[in-house]
Protein backbone atom coordinates (compact mmCIF):
# COMPACT_ATOMS: atom_id res chain seq x y z
CA UNK A 1 0.00 0.00 0.00
CA UNK A 2 1.13 3.80 -0.31
CA UNK A 3 2.36 5.39 2.20
CA UNK A 4 -0.05 7.98 4.05
CA UNK A 5 0.84 11.36 3.16
CA UNK A 6 0.76 13.01 6.20
CA UNK A 7 -1.91 16.34 6.61
CA UNK A 8 -0.50 19.89 7.37
CA UNK A 9 -1.98 21.87 10.34
CA UNK A 10 -4.74 23.43 8.22
CA UNK A 11 -5.98 20.23 6.86
CA UNK A 12 -6.40 18.84 10.13
CA UNK A 13 -10.09 18.42 10.71
CA UNK A 14 -10.85 19.80 7.79
CA UNK A 15 -13.44 18.33 5.70
CA UNK A 16 -12.84 19.98 2.72
CA UNK A 17 -9.55 18.87 1.81
CA UNK A 18 -9.76 15.47 -0.07
CA UNK A 19 -6.90 12.71 0.25
CA UNK A 20 -5.22 11.13 -2.83
CA UNK A 21 -7.00 8.49 -4.35
CA UNK A 22 -4.23 6.07 -3.07
CA UNK A 23 -4.61 7.48 0.34
CA UNK A 24 -8.29 6.84 -0.41
CA UNK A 25 -8.15 3.28 -1.34
CA UNK A 26 -5.56 2.66 1.45
CA UNK A 27 -8.05 3.57 4.41
CA UNK A 28 -10.51 1.68 2.69
CA UNK A 29 -8.82 -1.69 2.14
CA UNK A 30 -7.65 -0.89 6.32
CA UNK A 31 -11.58 -1.03 7.15
CA UNK A 32 -12.46 -3.83 5.05
CA UNK A 33 -9.43 -5.83 6.38
CA UNK A 34 -10.62 -5.08 9.93
CA UNK A 35 -11.69 -8.04 11.55
CA UNK A 36 -14.25 -5.63 14.12
CA UNK A 37 -15.54 -4.28 11.03
CA UNK A 38 -19.38 -5.49 10.74
CA UNK A 39 -20.62 -5.10 7.48
CA UNK A 40 -21.93 -8.02 5.91
CA UNK A 41 -20.26 -9.00 2.30
CA UNK A 42 -22.81 -6.75 0.27
CA UNK A 43 -22.47 -3.58 2.00
CA UNK A 44 -18.58 -4.04 2.36
CA UNK A 45 -19.37 -4.10 -1.99
CA UNK A 46 -21.56 -1.01 -1.73
CA UNK A 47 -18.49 0.45 0.23
CA UNK A 48 -16.56 -0.24 -1.93
CA UNK A 49 -17.73 0.57 -5.20
CA UNK A 50 -18.35 4.42 -3.77
CA UNK A 51 -14.95 4.61 -2.99
CA UNK A 52 -13.88 3.49 -6.16
CA UNK A 53 -16.80 5.69 -8.02
CA UNK A 54 -16.07 8.87 -5.98
CA UNK A 55 -12.36 8.89 -6.86
CA UNK A 56 -12.81 7.86 -10.99
CA UNK A 57 -14.98 10.97 -11.19
CA UNK A 58 -18.08 9.87 -11.28
CA UNK A 59 -19.57 11.02 -8.15
CA UNK A 60 -22.11 12.45 -10.00
CA UNK A 61 -23.91 8.92 -11.28
CA UNK A 62 -23.81 7.94 -7.58
CA UNK A 63 -27.94 7.39 -7.43
CA UNK A 64 -29.91 4.60 -6.07
CA UNK A 65 -30.97 3.21 -9.20
CA UNK A 66 -27.65 3.08 -10.58
CA UNK A 67 -26.03 1.28 -7.08
CA UNK A 68 -29.11 -0.97 -7.56
CA UNK A 69 -27.62 -2.48 -10.53
CA UNK A 70 -24.18 -2.44 -10.22
CA UNK A 71 -23.90 -3.61 -6.71
CA UNK A 72 -27.29 -5.25 -5.85
CA UNK A 73 -28.23 -7.56 -8.85
CA UNK A 74 -31.29 -5.74 -9.55
CA UNK A 75 -32.22 -5.33 -13.25
CA UNK A 76 -33.68 -2.51 -15.05
CA UNK A 77 -37.05 -2.66 -13.69
CA UNK A 78 -36.01 -1.85 -10.45
CA UNK A 79 -37.96 0.89 -8.42
CA UNK A 80 -36.68 2.50 -5.60
CA UNK A 81 -40.14 3.01 -4.39
CA UNK A 82 -41.44 -0.47 -3.81
CA UNK A 83 -37.21 -2.28 -3.55
CA UNK A 84 -35.63 0.46 -0.86
CA UNK A 85 -32.47 -1.94 -0.68
CA UNK A 86 -29.84 1.11 -1.65
CA UNK A 87 -31.01 3.16 1.03
CA UNK A 88 -31.46 0.66 3.89
CA UNK A 89 -27.73 -0.81 2.99
CA UNK A 90 -26.35 2.78 3.10
CA UNK A 91 -28.12 3.72 6.18
CA UNK A 92 -26.41 0.85 7.75
CA UNK A 93 -23.16 0.94 6.16
CA UNK A 94 -23.18 4.01 7.67
CA UNK A 95 -23.76 2.67 10.84
CA UNK A 96 -20.96 0.44 10.24
CA UNK A 97 -18.55 2.97 9.30
CA UNK A 98 -19.32 4.69 12.62
CA UNK A 99 -18.75 1.85 14.98
CA UNK A 100 -15.72 1.31 13.20
CA UNK A 101 -14.35 4.96 13.75
CA UNK A 102 -15.71 4.53 17.35
CA UNK A 103 -13.33 1.69 18.10
CA UNK A 104 -10.23 0.14 15.92
CA UNK A 105 -10.39 2.94 13.88
CA UNK A 106 -10.14 5.93 16.26
CA UNK A 107 -6.87 6.62 15.57
CA UNK A 108 -6.66 6.28 11.67
CA UNK A 109 -5.79 9.73 9.94
CA UNK A 110 -8.23 9.30 7.78
CA UNK A 111 -12.02 9.43 8.17
CA UNK A 112 -14.25 7.86 5.32
CA UNK A 113 -17.95 8.76 5.72
CA UNK A 114 -21.20 8.74 3.77
CA UNK A 115 -23.74 11.69 4.83
CA UNK A 116 -27.47 11.57 4.83
CA UNK A 117 -29.21 12.02 1.31
CA UNK A 118 -26.53 11.26 -0.97
CA UNK A 119 -24.08 8.66 -1.46
CA UNK A 120 -21.09 10.44 -2.60
CA UNK A 121 -18.38 9.62 -0.02
CA UNK A 122 -16.83 12.15 1.90
CA UNK A 123 -13.29 12.49 3.63
CA UNK A 124 -11.75 14.35 6.69
CA UNK A 125 -8.68 14.24 8.03
CA UNK A 126 -8.36 13.11 11.90
CA UNK A 127 -5.95 14.63 14.17
CA UNK A 128 -4.81 16.17 17.60
CA UNK A 129 -8.14 18.03 17.40
CA UNK A 130 -10.36 14.53 17.44
CA UNK A 131 -9.09 14.72 21.33
CA UNK A 132 -10.85 17.72 22.45
CA UNK A 133 -13.89 16.22 22.41
CA UNK A 134 -14.54 13.03 24.66
CA UNK A 135 -15.71 10.23 23.34
CA UNK A 136 -18.93 8.06 25.03
CA UNK A 137 -17.82 5.10 25.67
CA UNK A 138 -19.68 1.64 26.31
CA UNK A 139 -23.28 2.36 25.21
CA UNK A 140 -25.15 -0.67 23.99
CA UNK A 141 -25.36 -1.50 20.06
CA UNK A 142 -28.07 -3.52 18.50
CA UNK A 143 -27.50 -7.74 17.62
CA UNK A 144 -27.58 -9.33 14.42
CA UNK A 145 -26.09 -9.71 11.23
CA UNK A 146 -28.42 -6.90 9.59
CA UNK A 147 -28.58 -4.84 13.35
CA UNK A 148 -25.65 -4.01 14.37
CA UNK A 149 -26.90 -0.57 15.26
CA UNK A 150 -25.54 1.83 18.02
CA UNK A 151 -26.63 4.40 19.32
CA UNK A 152 -22.95 5.62 20.63
CA UNK A 153 -21.72 5.73 17.20
CA UNK A 154 -23.66 8.59 15.98
CA UNK A 155 -22.60 10.00 19.40
CA UNK A 156 -19.05 9.47 18.28
CA UNK A 157 -19.88 10.89 14.98
CA UNK A 158 -21.20 13.76 16.41
CA UNK A 159 -18.02 14.42 18.80
CA UNK A 160 -15.87 13.86 15.90
CA UNK A 161 -17.54 16.27 13.85
CA UNK A 162 -17.83 18.86 16.31
CA UNK A 163 -14.04 18.60 17.47
CA UNK A 164 -13.25 18.99 14.07
CA UNK A 165 -13.60 23.59 14.30
CA UNK A 166 -9.95 24.94 14.69
CA UNK A 167 -9.84 28.25 16.07
CA UNK A 168 -8.73 30.59 13.08
CA UNK A 169 -6.77 33.75 14.25
CA UNK A 170 -7.55 36.44 11.31
CA UNK A 171 -6.64 39.88 13.05
CA UNK A 172 -10.19 40.42 14.32
CA UNK A 173 -9.48 39.35 18.12
CA UNK A 174 -9.94 42.46 20.57
CA UNK A 175 -7.30 44.92 20.65
CA UNK A 176 -7.03 48.20 22.84
CA UNK A 177 -7.99 50.84 19.89
CA UNK A 178 -10.64 48.90 18.21
CA UNK A 179 -13.62 50.76 18.71
CA UNK A 180 -16.07 49.94 21.46
CA UNK A 181 -18.71 49.08 19.06
CA UNK A 182 -16.36 46.33 17.21
CA UNK A 183 -16.18 44.77 20.50
CA UNK A 184 -20.03 45.15 20.93
CA UNK A 185 -20.45 43.35 17.94
CA UNK A 186 -18.32 40.23 18.56
CA UNK A 187 -19.84 40.16 22.02
CA UNK A 188 -23.16 39.68 20.33
CA UNK A 189 -21.64 37.63 17.49
CA UNK A 190 -20.42 34.90 20.09
CA UNK A 191 -23.69 35.05 21.96
CA UNK A 192 -25.27 34.28 18.42
CA UNK A 193 -22.93 30.92 18.44
CA UNK A 194 -23.89 30.16 21.75
CA UNK A 195 -27.37 29.77 20.78
CA UNK A 196 -26.82 28.04 17.77
CA UNK A 197 -24.37 25.81 19.55
CA UNK A 198 -27.36 25.06 22.39
CA UNK A 199 -29.65 24.54 19.37
CA UNK A 200 -27.62 22.04 17.48
CA UNK A 201 -26.91 20.65 21.08
CA UNK A 202 -30.42 20.47 21.94
CA UNK A 203 -31.16 18.86 18.28
CA UNK A 204 -28.29 15.95 18.41
CA UNK A 205 -29.39 15.57 22.18
CA UNK A 206 -33.23 14.16 20.98
CA UNK A 207 -31.92 12.94 17.44
CA UNK A 208 -29.77 10.22 19.70
CA UNK A 209 -32.71 9.82 22.32
CA UNK A 210 -35.15 9.25 19.82
CA UNK A 211 -32.31 6.60 18.06
CA UNK A 212 -31.49 5.43 21.45
CA UNK A 213 -35.24 4.59 22.31
CA UNK A 214 -35.95 3.39 19.60
CA UNK A 215 -33.38 0.74 20.48
CA UNK A 216 -34.37 -0.24 23.65
CA UNK A 217 -37.86 -0.85 22.29
CA UNK A 218 -36.21 -3.43 20.47
CA UNK A 219 -34.58 -5.92 22.76
CA UNK A 220 -32.37 -5.62 26.05
CA UNK A 221 -28.52 -5.22 25.49
CA UNK A 222 -26.43 -7.94 26.44
CA UNK A 223 -22.53 -7.64 26.66
CA UNK A 224 -20.18 -10.43 26.17
CA UNK A 225 -17.33 -9.91 28.62
CA UNK A 226 -13.63 -11.32 27.62
CA UNK A 227 -13.17 -14.68 28.60
CA UNK A 228 -10.19 -14.85 30.81
CA UNK A 229 -7.75 -17.74 31.04
CA UNK A 230 -6.55 -19.68 34.06
CA UNK A 231 -3.59 -21.10 32.81
CA UNK A 232 -0.47 -19.51 32.00
CA UNK A 233 0.03 -21.49 28.18
CA UNK A 234 -0.27 -19.02 25.09
CA UNK A 235 -2.80 -21.22 23.54
CA UNK A 236 -5.18 -20.50 26.49
CA UNK A 237 -4.78 -16.48 25.98
CA UNK A 238 -5.33 -17.06 22.37
CA UNK A 239 -8.33 -19.67 22.42
CA UNK A 240 -10.23 -17.13 25.33
CA UNK A 241 -9.72 -14.10 23.08
CA UNK A 242 -11.05 -16.18 20.06
CA UNK A 243 -13.91 -17.54 21.61
CA UNK A 244 -15.11 -14.33 22.77
CA UNK A 245 -14.83 -12.80 19.70
CA UNK A 246 -16.62 -15.30 17.53
CA UNK A 247 -19.17 -15.84 20.62
CA UNK A 248 -19.97 -12.43 19.41
CA UNK A 249 -19.94 -12.66 15.83
CA UNK A 250 -22.30 -16.07 16.31
CA UNK A 251 -24.68 -13.97 18.97
CA UNK A 252 -24.75 -11.34 16.36
CA UNK A 253 -26.23 -13.60 14.06
CA UNK A 254 -29.35 -13.70 16.36
CA UNK A 255 -32.17 -10.81 16.48
CA UNK A 256 -34.03 -10.46 19.28
CA UNK A 257 -31.51 -8.17 21.48
CA UNK A 258 -28.69 -5.91 21.47
CA UNK A 259 -25.62 -6.91 21.30
CA UNK A 260 -22.45 -4.40 22.45
CA UNK A 261 -19.23 -4.36 20.11
CA UNK A 262 -16.01 -6.05 19.95
CA UNK A 263 -14.19 -3.03 21.51
CA UNK A 264 -16.64 -2.04 23.78
CA UNK A 265 -16.51 -5.85 25.19
CA UNK A 266 -12.71 -5.87 25.41
CA UNK A 267 -12.64 -2.93 26.97
CA UNK A 268 -13.97 -4.37 30.36
CA UNK A 269 -12.48 -6.04 32.98
CA UNK A 270 -13.25 -10.23 32.54
CA UNK A 271 -13.89 -9.78 36.72
CA UNK A 272 -16.44 -7.01 36.54
CA UNK A 273 -19.32 -6.83 38.65
CA UNK A 274 -22.42 -7.26 36.68
CA UNK A 275 -24.51 -5.60 38.45
CA UNK A 276 -22.75 -2.36 38.39
CA UNK A 277 -21.90 -3.00 34.62
CA UNK A 278 -25.41 -2.78 34.00
CA UNK A 279 -26.07 0.80 35.97
CA UNK A 280 -23.22 2.13 33.96
CA UNK A 281 -23.91 0.24 30.47
CA UNK A 282 -27.99 0.25 30.69
CA UNK A 283 -26.98 -3.61 29.99
CA UNK A 284 -29.68 -6.09 30.53
CA UNK A 285 -27.01 -9.29 30.26
CA UNK A 286 -24.12 -10.26 30.92
CA UNK A 287 -21.61 -13.23 29.75
CA UNK A 288 -18.53 -14.39 31.33
CA UNK A 289 -16.93 -16.98 31.61
CA UNK A 290 -13.47 -19.00 31.69
CA UNK A 291 -11.19 -21.51 30.14
CA UNK A 292 -8.17 -23.84 31.59
CA UNK A 293 -6.34 -26.94 29.29
CA UNK A 294 -3.99 -29.45 29.49
CA UNK A 295 -2.89 -32.22 26.94
CA UNK A 296 -5.61 -33.23 26.57
CA UNK A 297 -8.81 -31.05 27.21
CA UNK A 298 -9.88 -27.64 27.70
CA UNK A 299 -12.32 -27.02 30.20
CA UNK A 300 -14.74 -23.87 29.73
CA UNK A 301 -16.99 -22.45 31.84
CA UNK A 302 -19.88 -19.96 31.03
CA UNK A 303 -22.61 -18.12 33.29
CA UNK A 304 -25.27 -15.80 31.63
CA UNK A 305 -26.19 -12.88 34.40
CA UNK A 306 -29.28 -10.85 34.93
CA UNK A 307 -27.66 -7.09 36.05
CA UNK A 308 -30.75 -6.09 37.20
CA UNK A 309 -30.43 -8.52 40.46
CA UNK A 310 -27.49 -9.67 39.25
CA UNK A 311 -28.85 -13.28 39.58
CA UNK A 312 -27.21 -15.86 37.85
CA UNK A 313 -29.62 -17.43 34.96
CA UNK A 314 -27.44 -19.88 33.67
CA UNK A 315 -24.33 -21.89 33.77
CA UNK A 316 -22.61 -24.30 31.92
CA UNK A 317 -19.33 -26.23 31.65
CA UNK A 318 -18.07 -27.66 28.63
CA UNK A 319 -15.02 -29.94 28.56
CA UNK A 320 -13.67 -30.82 24.69
CA UNK A 321 -10.73 -32.77 23.56
CA UNK A 322 -7.94 -30.67 23.12
CA UNK A 323 -5.60 -32.12 20.08
CA UNK A 324 -2.07 -29.96 18.48
CA UNK A 325 -4.82 -29.56 15.82
CA UNK A 326 -8.01 -28.70 16.95
CA UNK A 327 -7.23 -25.38 18.99
CA UNK A 328 -9.86 -23.48 15.98
CA UNK A 329 -12.34 -26.35 15.59
CA UNK A 330 -12.90 -26.36 19.31
CA UNK A 331 -13.24 -22.98 19.54
CA UNK A 332 -15.79 -22.53 16.42
CA UNK A 333 -17.44 -25.45 18.29
CA UNK A 334 -17.86 -23.88 21.69
CA UNK A 335 -18.61 -21.25 20.12
CA UNK A 336 -22.07 -22.09 18.18
CA UNK A 337 -23.32 -24.21 20.96
CA UNK A 338 -23.35 -21.33 23.36
CA UNK A 339 -24.60 -18.73 21.09
CA UNK A 340 -27.27 -21.04 20.31
CA UNK A 341 -27.51 -21.71 23.82
CA UNK A 342 -28.38 -18.06 24.51
CA UNK A 343 -29.59 -16.40 21.78
CA UNK A 344 -32.10 -18.48 19.77
CA UNK A 345 -36.14 -17.48 20.11
CA UNK A 346 -36.78 -20.03 23.03
CA UNK A 347 -33.16 -19.63 24.79
CA UNK A 348 -31.85 -18.32 27.90
CA UNK A 349 -32.42 -14.64 26.80
CA UNK A 350 -35.72 -14.74 25.77
CA UNK A 351 -37.24 -16.89 28.05
CA UNK A 352 -35.66 -14.62 30.74
CA UNK A 353 -37.42 -11.53 29.62
CA UNK A 354 -40.45 -13.26 28.74
CA UNK A 355 -40.68 -14.24 32.40
CA UNK A 356 -40.69 -10.49 33.39
CA UNK A 357 -43.18 -9.97 31.06
CA UNK A 358 -45.87 -12.49 32.59
CA UNK A 359 -45.37 -11.42 35.97
CA UNK A 360 -46.36 -8.02 34.55
CA UNK A 361 -42.81 -6.36 34.65
CA UNK A 362 -43.58 -2.48 32.69
CA UNK A 363 -43.23 -3.27 28.87
CA UNK A 364 -39.72 -0.95 29.01
CA UNK A 365 -38.93 -2.42 25.78
CA UNK A 366 -42.53 -2.31 23.97
CA UNK A 367 -41.75 -3.32 20.59
CA UNK A 368 -39.56 -6.63 21.79
CA UNK A 369 -42.01 -7.26 24.20
CA UNK A 370 -44.58 -8.04 21.09
CA UNK A 371 -42.02 -10.20 19.73
CA UNK A 372 -42.01 -12.31 22.66
CA UNK A 373 -45.55 -12.05 23.00
CA UNK A 374 -45.73 -13.45 19.65
CA UNK A 375 -43.18 -16.60 20.06
CA UNK A 376 -45.38 -17.36 23.26
CA UNK A 377 -48.17 -17.35 21.49
CA UNK A 378 -46.09 -19.60 18.71
CA UNK A 379 -45.02 -22.22 21.12
CA UNK A 380 -48.67 -23.42 22.01
CA UNK A 381 -50.77 -21.46 18.99
CA UNK A 382 -52.80 -21.31 21.80
CA UNK A 383 -56.16 -19.29 20.95
CA UNK A 384 -56.11 -17.12 24.38
CA UNK A 385 -52.94 -15.95 23.71
CA UNK A 386 -53.78 -15.24 19.47
CA UNK A 387 -55.50 -11.78 19.66
CA UNK A 388 -53.30 -10.15 22.57
CA UNK A 389 -50.48 -11.24 20.39
CA UNK A 390 -51.77 -9.65 16.79
CA UNK A 391 -53.07 -5.99 18.96
CA UNK A 392 -49.75 -5.85 20.27
CA UNK A 393 -47.88 -6.21 16.89
CA UNK A 394 -50.19 -3.77 15.06
CA UNK A 395 -49.16 -1.31 17.69
CA UNK A 396 -46.27 -1.87 17.32
CA UNK A 397 -45.29 -1.51 13.69
CA UNK A 398 -47.66 1.55 13.78
CA UNK A 399 -45.48 2.93 16.83
CA UNK A 400 -41.95 1.39 15.01
CA UNK A 401 -42.61 1.10 11.21
CA UNK A 402 -39.42 0.15 10.40
CA UNK A 403 -38.98 -2.79 12.81
CA UNK A 404 -38.43 -5.65 10.60
CA UNK A 405 -39.05 -8.24 13.25
CA UNK A 406 -42.49 -7.18 14.14
CA UNK A 407 -43.65 -6.95 10.40
CA UNK A 408 -42.34 -10.69 9.93
CA UNK A 409 -44.27 -11.77 12.85
CA UNK A 410 -47.30 -10.07 12.06
CA UNK A 411 -46.99 -11.66 8.81
CA UNK A 412 -47.19 -15.51 10.17
CA UNK A 413 -50.29 -14.40 12.85
CA UNK A 414 -52.29 -13.36 9.71
CA UNK A 415 -51.15 -16.91 8.11
CA UNK A 416 -52.70 -18.35 11.70
CA UNK A 417 -56.01 -16.45 11.16
CA UNK A 418 -56.56 -18.63 7.69
CA UNK A 419 -54.62 -21.86 9.07
CA UNK A 420 -56.03 -22.24 12.19
CA UNK A 421 -59.58 -20.65 11.48
CA UNK A 422 -58.91 -17.78 13.84
CA UNK A 423 -60.78 -15.82 11.25
CA UNK A 424 -64.12 -16.96 9.63
CA UNK A 425 -63.42 -18.59 6.12
CA UNK A 426 -64.71 -15.57 4.56
CA UNK A 427 -61.66 -14.36 5.06
CA UNK A 428 -59.15 -16.70 4.20
CA UNK A 429 -57.80 -15.38 1.12
CA UNK A 430 -57.63 -11.85 2.79
CA UNK A 431 -55.65 -12.77 5.96
CA UNK A 432 -53.02 -15.03 3.58
CA UNK A 433 -52.86 -11.60 1.27
CA UNK A 434 -52.52 -9.41 4.31
CA UNK A 435 -49.57 -11.97 5.75
CA UNK A 436 -48.14 -11.63 2.29
CA UNK A 437 -47.64 -8.16 2.26
CA UNK A 438 -46.50 -8.14 5.45
CA UNK A 439 -43.61 -10.90 5.25
CA UNK A 440 -42.50 -9.27 2.22
CA UNK A 441 -42.51 -5.57 3.72
CA UNK A 442 -40.16 -7.37 6.56
CA UNK A 443 -37.68 -8.83 4.01
CA UNK A 444 -37.87 -5.12 2.32
CA UNK A 445 -36.81 -3.59 5.35
CA UNK A 446 -33.81 -5.96 6.21
CA UNK A 447 -33.26 -8.49 3.24
CA UNK A 448 -31.03 -10.05 5.84
CA UNK A 449 -32.92 -10.94 8.59
CA UNK A 450 -33.50 -14.93 9.13
CA UNK A 451 -36.54 -14.02 11.15
CA UNK A 452 -37.94 -12.18 8.20
CA UNK A 453 -37.16 -14.77 5.68
CA UNK A 454 -38.40 -17.68 7.88
CA UNK A 455 -42.08 -15.94 7.89
CA UNK A 456 -42.27 -15.11 4.38
CA UNK A 457 -41.00 -18.92 3.72
CA UNK A 458 -43.76 -19.99 5.92
CA UNK A 459 -46.27 -18.06 3.83
CA UNK A 460 -44.82 -19.85 0.58
CA UNK A 461 -45.56 -23.13 2.21
CA UNK A 462 -49.13 -22.84 3.54
CA UNK A 463 -50.39 -21.37 -0.13
CA UNK A 464 -48.66 -24.63 -1.77
CA UNK A 465 -45.16 -23.19 -3.27
CA UNK A 466 -43.35 -25.95 -2.00
CA UNK A 467 -40.11 -25.30 -3.64
CA UNK A 468 -39.88 -21.81 -3.05
CA UNK A 469 -40.70 -22.10 0.47
CA UNK A 470 -37.64 -24.30 0.43
CA UNK A 471 -35.56 -22.25 -1.59
CA UNK A 472 -36.33 -18.73 1.16
CA UNK A 473 -36.00 -21.10 4.26
CA UNK A 474 -32.58 -22.31 3.03
CA UNK A 475 -31.45 -18.69 2.55
CA UNK A 476 -32.80 -18.05 6.02
CA UNK A 477 -30.65 -20.84 7.65
CA UNK A 478 -27.27 -19.51 5.17
CA UNK A 479 -27.60 -16.40 7.39
CA UNK A 480 -28.06 -18.20 10.57
CA UNK A 481 -27.04 -21.74 10.66
CA UNK A 482 -26.69 -22.20 14.71
CA UNK A 483 -30.72 -21.45 14.58
CA UNK A 484 -32.92 -24.55 15.72
CA UNK A 485 -36.15 -22.61 14.93
CA UNK A 486 -34.55 -22.37 11.55
CA UNK A 487 -33.33 -25.59 11.68
CA UNK A 488 -36.82 -26.81 12.71
CA UNK A 489 -39.06 -25.39 10.57
CA UNK A 490 -37.01 -26.96 7.09
CA UNK A 491 -37.12 -30.22 8.54
CA UNK A 492 -40.79 -30.06 9.31
CA UNK A 493 -41.54 -28.62 5.95
CA UNK A 494 -39.45 -31.64 4.48
CA UNK A 495 -40.65 -33.95 6.49
CA UNK A 496 -44.37 -33.47 5.54
CA UNK A 497 -43.18 -33.61 2.38
CA UNK A 498 -41.72 -37.12 2.40
CA UNK A 499 -37.91 -35.73 2.03
CA UNK A 500 -37.08 -37.60 5.38
CA UNK A 501 -33.24 -38.48 4.62
CA UNK A 502 -32.70 -34.88 5.42
CA UNK A 503 -35.94 -33.04 7.39
CA UNK A 504 -35.66 -35.98 10.58
CA UNK A 505 -31.88 -35.03 11.63
CA UNK A 506 -32.25 -31.41 11.09
CA UNK A 507 -35.30 -31.22 13.58
CA UNK A 508 -33.55 -33.37 15.93
CA UNK A 509 -30.67 -31.13 15.50
CA UNK A 510 -33.23 -28.38 16.68
CA UNK A 511 -34.24 -30.27 19.45
CA UNK A 512 -30.25 -30.90 20.81
CA UNK A 513 -29.79 -27.71 20.88
CA UNK A 514 -32.57 -25.78 22.58
CA UNK A 515 -32.83 -25.37 26.02
CA UNK A 516 -37.23 -25.91 25.98
CA UNK A 517 -38.00 -27.24 22.58
CA UNK A 518 -41.83 -25.93 21.44
CA UNK A 519 -43.77 -29.33 21.21
CA UNK A 520 -44.34 -28.67 17.14
CA UNK A 521 -40.29 -29.37 16.75
CA UNK A 522 -41.36 -33.17 17.84
CA UNK A 523 -44.49 -33.30 15.63
CA UNK A 524 -42.87 -35.11 12.37
CA UNK A 525 -40.27 -36.92 14.35
CA UNK A 526 -43.79 -39.14 16.03
CA UNK A 527 -44.83 -39.51 12.35
CA UNK A 528 -41.66 -41.25 11.09
CA UNK A 529 -41.32 -43.07 14.09
CA UNK A 530 -45.17 -44.39 13.46
CA UNK A 531 -44.78 -44.83 9.97
CA UNK A 532 -41.49 -47.21 10.39
CA UNK A 533 -43.91 -48.91 13.07
CA UNK A 534 -41.70 -47.84 16.14
CA UNK A 535 -44.18 -47.06 18.56
CA UNK A 536 -42.75 -47.24 21.24
CA UNK A 537 -40.50 -44.58 20.25
CA UNK A 538 -42.92 -42.35 18.61
CA UNK A 539 -45.21 -42.45 21.76
CA UNK A 540 -42.48 -40.94 23.44
CA UNK A 541 -41.83 -38.45 20.97
CA UNK A 542 -45.76 -37.90 21.01
CA UNK A 543 -45.53 -37.27 25.12
CA UNK A 544 -43.01 -34.22 24.37
CA UNK A 545 -45.19 -32.97 21.59
CA UNK A 546 -48.15 -32.45 23.97
CA UNK A 547 -46.72 -29.78 26.00
CA UNK A 548 -47.83 -27.44 23.34
CA UNK A 549 -51.62 -28.46 24.08
CA UNK A 550 -52.38 -28.44 20.52
CA UNK A 551 -54.90 -30.34 18.73
CA UNK A 552 -52.82 -32.02 16.03
CA UNK A 553 -49.93 -32.79 19.36
CA UNK A 554 -53.06 -34.77 21.19
CA UNK A 555 -53.85 -36.69 17.62
CA UNK A 556 -50.46 -37.78 17.50
CA UNK A 557 -50.40 -38.80 21.08
CA UNK A 558 -54.07 -40.89 20.65
CA UNK A 559 -52.47 -42.41 16.97
CA UNK A 560 -49.18 -43.88 19.25
CA UNK A 561 -51.24 -45.51 22.10
CA UNK A 562 -53.72 -46.96 19.88
CA UNK A 563 -50.55 -48.56 17.83
CA UNK A 564 -49.99 -50.04 20.98
CA UNK A 565 -53.44 -50.72 21.96
CA UNK A 566 -53.65 -48.51 24.96
CA UNK A 567 -57.59 -48.09 23.74
CA UNK A 568 -58.13 -45.89 27.33
CA UNK A 569 -55.48 -43.50 26.53
CA UNK A 570 -55.99 -43.25 23.06
CA UNK A 571 -60.09 -42.27 24.11
CA UNK A 572 -58.68 -39.65 26.08
CA UNK A 573 -56.37 -38.48 24.26
CA UNK A 574 -59.31 -38.01 21.24
CA UNK A 575 -61.07 -36.43 23.70
CA UNK A 576 -58.53 -33.75 24.14
CA UNK A 577 -57.70 -33.34 20.30
CA UNK A 578 -61.49 -32.86 19.75
CA UNK A 579 -61.95 -30.77 22.16
CA UNK A 580 -58.84 -28.05 20.79
CA UNK A 581 -59.37 -28.94 17.01
CA UNK A 582 -63.22 -29.12 15.72
CA UNK A 583 -61.45 -30.03 12.30
CA UNK A 584 -59.93 -32.30 13.48
CA UNK A 585 -62.15 -34.28 15.20
CA UNK A 586 -64.70 -33.64 11.95
CA UNK A 587 -62.07 -34.25 9.36
CA UNK A 588 -58.58 -35.19 10.57
CA UNK A 589 -57.57 -35.63 6.56
CA UNK A 590 -58.71 -32.28 5.46
CA UNK A 591 -56.18 -30.97 9.06
CA UNK A 592 -53.76 -32.60 8.14
CA UNK A 593 -53.42 -31.67 4.65
CA UNK A 594 -54.30 -28.16 5.71
CA UNK A 595 -50.19 -28.29 6.81
CA UNK A 596 -49.55 -29.58 3.37
CA UNK A 597 -48.65 -33.10 4.02
CA UNK A 598 -48.25 -35.64 1.72
CA UNK A 599 -50.81 -38.23 0.79
CA UNK A 600 -49.55 -41.11 2.04
CA UNK A 601 -48.75 -39.67 6.00
CA UNK A 602 -52.65 -38.08 5.68
CA UNK A 603 -54.02 -41.26 4.96
CA UNK A 604 -51.79 -43.60 7.50
CA UNK A 605 -52.64 -40.99 9.99
CA UNK A 606 -56.05 -41.05 9.45
CA UNK A 607 -55.78 -44.66 9.90
CA UNK A 608 -53.90 -44.46 13.06
CA UNK A 609 -56.77 -42.58 14.42
CA UNK A 610 -59.45 -45.06 13.52
CA UNK A 611 -57.60 -47.62 15.45
CA UNK A 612 -57.80 -45.59 18.17
CA UNK A 613 -61.01 -45.56 18.36
CA UNK A 614 -62.03 -42.52 16.03
CA UNK A 615 -65.12 -42.25 13.77
CA UNK A 616 -66.38 -40.21 11.54
CA UNK A 617 -69.51 -38.47 12.67
CA UNK A 618 -72.39 -39.15 10.38
CA UNK A 619 -72.96 -35.02 9.36
CA UNK A 620 -69.49 -34.98 8.38
CA UNK A 621 -68.66 -33.95 4.80
CA UNK A 622 -66.23 -36.57 3.48
CA UNK A 623 -63.12 -34.35 2.55
CA UNK A 624 -61.50 -33.51 -0.66
CA UNK A 625 -58.31 -34.26 -1.82
Wanted: aromatic share 8%.
Amino acid sequence: MAPTREPSDDQVGSAFVHPTAAEGHEQMERILADPTFQASPRRRALLRYLVEETFAGRADRLKGYAIALAVFGRDDKFDPQFDPVVRLEARRLRRDLDGYYAGAGSHDRLRISIPKGGYVTHFAWQGEARSLASPLEGQPERGGLANAEAVPEVAHAAAAELSTERTVDNGAGDHPHRPAIQHSAFVAAALVAILVVGIAGAAWFWLLRDKYTDALARGPAVIVLPFEALSSGEDDRFLAAGLTQELITDLMRFGGFRLFSLPASFRQDANADPVALGQRLAASYVVKGNLRSDARIVRVGVQLIETRSGQLLWSETYDLSMTPNALLSVQHDLSTRIAAMLGQPYGIVNNDAASHLLEGDAPSMPSYDCILRAYAYRRTFSAELYAPALKCLEESVRRDPQYAAAWAMLGWLHLDAARFDWAPEGRWEAEFEQAFRAAEHAVALDPTSALALQALSSINYYAGRHDEAERIQRKALKLNPNDPDTLAQLGWRLAARGKWDEGIPLLQRAIDRTVSPPGWYFHLIVVHHYLQGHYREALAAAERARIDGSGLSWSFLAIAHGALGNQYAARQALAEMAARSPLLARDPAAAYRRHQAIDTIVDRLVAGLRKAGWTEPRSSVPSQP
